[in-house]
């Protein structure tokens, strides 16, 4: 009995508290809570295309040669005396390199000079008998058979004072030889021949070489088509007073520098199995940054592009619809905009041939908060201070790429539940050969440079 009573009052108790907290969450959801305000647009720094004439340039393999240099050679026999250089360094025109036993051919010198000295006592002796010979044959003492004798003898005696003095050049020559000196200036290799071995024997001996470091010569070559447009181009923007000297551009794989040089040579004519035309150009190597026999790439000039849009490269992603920016419009909303590259500029810029007007905005910074359809609080970029000196431009190969339909074929863009993936271009270098080009462009013409394939 009690634990049934027990049972009906838990019952009523879990009904009464059930009850009661049912009316109080009734009561705290009828009543009326404040709206929290929406949030602000996100901030995105945004800045106009660039427009400006831009040089477009095409890049070739090239091999770099020294504009001279030689071999040094043994041109007597003897042993190796002594060897006065360090390899590897720099040496001066007419510094002493090896010496070569001279003491054989400096007693070889000294015999030739003796008997030169003995011709010309006996010429002096001839020609006293000669003069003498002239008084006599004057008062018929002596006949003029004897006066013709001594003549002979003087001419004799004068031409073995000639034959004397050929000898006695050409051991002091040889002599010469056993001191060898730089021919020029330049940077000597290491020494190919220990001293102490005998040199000169049946052959000139190869001891070393020098090989002059600045200025150095690029040789590449040049396919027909890249020939006619430079020339082309050559034609329309260079005077024919100054298509000499015209500026190229070279630079080492794995620097960032480029070096300025000139346009030197050009082959007369196509060699017309290959299609193609040697040319050399000549760069300054005060440096000494450049090598002989290392291949590098070289830029030449084909086209100067007017009124170029360029925009800057970071801003530019990639999704499966190919290349984009996100614009803003004039009423601060994000759209995608899919866009057509043209070539990489110096400074971190790209060429753009659709897809954006030079008077639109684009995102370069906050792209991580555009989202197409959304409106975004816009900053305009800071300008940034011009260079002090063109910059080259980053070589780069962009593969053929989709081309997205018009815009008027594409439905308009709505909200993506994700952000697109935002990547850089992926970049090639690849090592060409060079060409001329004009000087350096201004800081706001800077050149841009097109992979030869």
């Not at 003995?118 to 004057?138: D, G, H, I, Q, Y």
């Not at 070393?208 to 082309?232: C, G």
């Not at 007007?357 to 989202?371: D, F, S, T, W």
């Not at 594409?410 to 970049?427: K, V």
Request: charged share 25%.
């Amino acid at each position: 009995m009690v634990a049934r009573l027990i049972y009906v009052l838990g019952c009523r108790l879990g009904r009464f508290l059930f009850l009661t907290t049912f009316l109080f969450l009734l009561w705290a959801g009828c009543k009326k809570t404040p709206l929290l305000p929406p949030p602000e647009p996100p901030t995105v720094t945004v800045e106009s295309p660039i427009v400006r004439d831009q040089t477009l340039y095409e890049t070739f393999h090239a091999t770099l040669e020294p504009i001279q240099s030689v071999e040094i050679r043994a041109r007597v026999q003897g042993f190796l005396e002594e060897i006065r250089f360090k390899p590897g360094v720099m040496v001066e025109m007419g510094e002493l390199l090896f010496v070569i036993e001279p003491k054989p051919y400096e007693a070889k010198l000294a015999e030739a000079q003796a008997n030169l000295d003995e011709a010309e006592t006996a010429l002096k002796l001839a020609e006293l008998n000669l003069a003498r010979s002239e008084k006599l044959v004057r008062t018929k003492t002596v006949t003029v058979e004897e006066y013709q004798t001594k003549l002979a003898q003087r001419e004799t005696a004068s031409a073995r004072v000639l034959q004397n003095r050929s000898l006695v050049d050409q051991a002091r020559i040889r002599y010469s030889y056993t001191h060898i000196h730089a021919p020029m200036a330049g940077r000597i290799g290491r020494w190919l021949v220990d001293r102490g071995n005998l040199v000169g024997v049946g052959e000139d001996t190869l001891l070393t070489s020098i090989v002059q470091m600045d200025p150095l010569y690029a040789y590449f070559e040049v396919n027909e088509k890249s020939l006619l447009k430079y020339l082309r181009w050559r034609k329309k923007y260079v005077g024919e007073s100054k298509q000499r000297n015209l500026t190229i551009y070279l630079k080492v794989p794995g620097e960032d520098r480029w070096h300025e040089g000139q346009w030197n040579y050009v082959d007369t004519q196509v060699d017309p199995e290959t299609g193609t035309l040697l040319v050399r150009g000549l760069f300054p190597n005060q440096d000494e940054t450049l090598f002989p026999g290392i291949y590098v790439r070289v830029l030449v000039p084909y086209e100067t592009l007017e009124n170029a849009v360029l925009v800057r490269d970071r801003a530019i992603g990639t999704d499966l619809g190919g290349k984009f920016l996100m614009v803003v419009t004039e009423h601060d909303v994000v759209q995608i905009r899919y866009i057509t590259l043209g070539q990489t500029v110096d400074g971190g810029l790209r060429m753009v041939t659709k897809g954006i007007k030079p008077n639109e905005r684009y995102v370069v910074k906050g792209l991580q908060h555009a989202r197409p359809g959304e409106k975004v609080k816009v900053l305009e970029a800071p300008p940034e201070p011009p260079e002090k000196t063109p910059l080259m431009p980053t070589v780069e190969t962009e593969a053929p790429q989709w081309e997205p339909p018009d815009e008027q074929d594409r439905p308009t863009a709505q909200p993506a539940p994700t952000q697109p993936a935002l990547t850089e271009p992926a970049s090639t270098e690849t090592g060409p050969a060079a060409l001329p080009t004009v000087q350096q462009p201004p800081s706001d013409n800077r050149p841009v440079e097109k992979e030869n394939r």
